[in-house]
């Protein structure tokens, strides 16, 4: 496939990969075929419908490296989808009469882009299902080609979301600092609040490498300094099944021995609980552009303080979110191996003219394959089956099963 022009965005909510892995298509596309344009559009769908993007020139191409050393997105983000019209009139980006997909299409061959690299989570890639299919229904010639970002992991069918794992390494030491609180006053319950709406990956994951710091510590329990003080005492995620009562009884107990509580919850985890209560009371339930509760002002973290504080016989309550630091962090080890291998493929199936999501397949023997948008989605659930989820539930001693 000829390609003269190549046009990036990224969308949705910040992960610690974003900018790394625009650093890593400009670098790709330098290195195989210099001479293809590359725009990015600024603030995603956003500056794809208002025309608002930046030209790659020479020096962005040669400080394209820099960007695997930044968290964020050097192009910006916004929360955009194409297929919600009213909200899209009310920001002005379309007129009443517009279709919006043709309005994003007409601009992208106004622009002269032949393909156009995605870089998000679930919404902004079934965003981009909508556009290639409404591509490939009117005999546009563009290539749609996305990359899987989210800290949930929880796109059908990629086995791993590019910054994750790095999202999990920055929630645990988030998480140490904030444990180290634990003993600023007697009978202290802290809850860390980690992001990931109705998939329980990220906390459990961070969970994970939390306790794996924990392992790299030596204690002195004769002067307070105690694993014991510093553990995780409770996780909770969407998938799991939550006894308030029977959770309480358990934490009061360690409360009473160790002397306070640190609780792991998923932002997710109890939601139509307090949605349920909203609406009897007769509130609205705040909801963003994509019809998901703004969790952030329902605050689920205060609603389990509330359930357990009396009950375990707490006399201070602290609860803390991680999600602005571990989303916004450079990319990790790991995730940098992943967006390098990611990118690389993106760009050659760019070439080669082959639409799709970018991911290893888990319904493919996890290959990496360009992944048709139509068996694309969000929603995927954390296997609470999975042996290191089960193993770290035994050793904190919490019992686990469906919700």
Known sequence: ??????????????????????????????????????????HGYHGLLSKNYYVVDQQARENAGL??????????????KLTNKKDLVARGLVKESDDPLQVAANRLVEDGVDVLHTIGGDDTNTTAADL???????????TVVGLPKTIDNDIVPVRQS??????????????????????????????HEVMGRNCGYLTAATARSYRKLLDQK????SLGLSRESREIHAIFVPEAHIDIEAEADR??????????????????????????????????????????????????????????????????????????????????????????????????????????????????GDLLSSIDFARVKGGKAFDIETD?????????????RPA
């Not at 916004?328 to 790991?334: D, F, I, Q, V």
């Open 218 to 221: 030596q204690w002195v329990p």
């Open 388 to 400: 290191w989820f089960k193993e770290m539930m035994a050793e904190i001693g919490q019992e686990v």
């Open 251 to 364: 934490l009061k107990k360690v409360m009473d021995e160790v002397g306070n509580v640190n609780i792991f919850l998923s932002e997710g985890a109890g939601v139509s609980e307090i949605v349920e209560q909203l609406e009897e009371a007769g509130e609205t339930v705040p909801r963003d552009p994509f019809g998901h509760v703004q969790l952030d002002k329902i605050n689920p973290g205060q609603w389990f303080a509330k359930q357990f504080a009396a009950r375990i016989g707490a006399e201070k309550v602290m609860v803390q979110k991680s999600g602005y630091f571990s989303r916004a962090s450079a990319a990790g080890e790991e995730d940098l191996r992943l967006i390098k291998t990611m990118t690389d493929y993106a760009v050659e199936c760019a070439f080669a003219g082959k639409a799709g999501l970018i991911g290893h397949d888990e319904e493919n």
């Open 162 to 191: 590019l910054g994750a794992w790095t999202a999990a390494d920055s929630g645990a030491l988030y998480a140490e600092h904030v444990i180290g609180e634990c003993q600023s006053n007697p009978r202290e319950l802290i809850i």
């Open 1 to 42: 496939m000829t390609i003269k022009r190549v046009a990036l965005l990224t969308a949705g909510g910040f992960a610690p990969c974003l900018s790394s892995a625009v650093g890593g298509l400009i670098e790709r596309y330098t290195e195989l075929a210099p001479e293809v344009e590359i725009i990015a559009y600024k």
């Open 67 to 80: 960007l695997h050393k930044f968290g964020g997105s050097s192009i910006g983000n916004s929360r955009v």
């Open 132 to 142: 290639a299919h409404y591509l490939h229904e009117h005999d546009y010639e563009l």
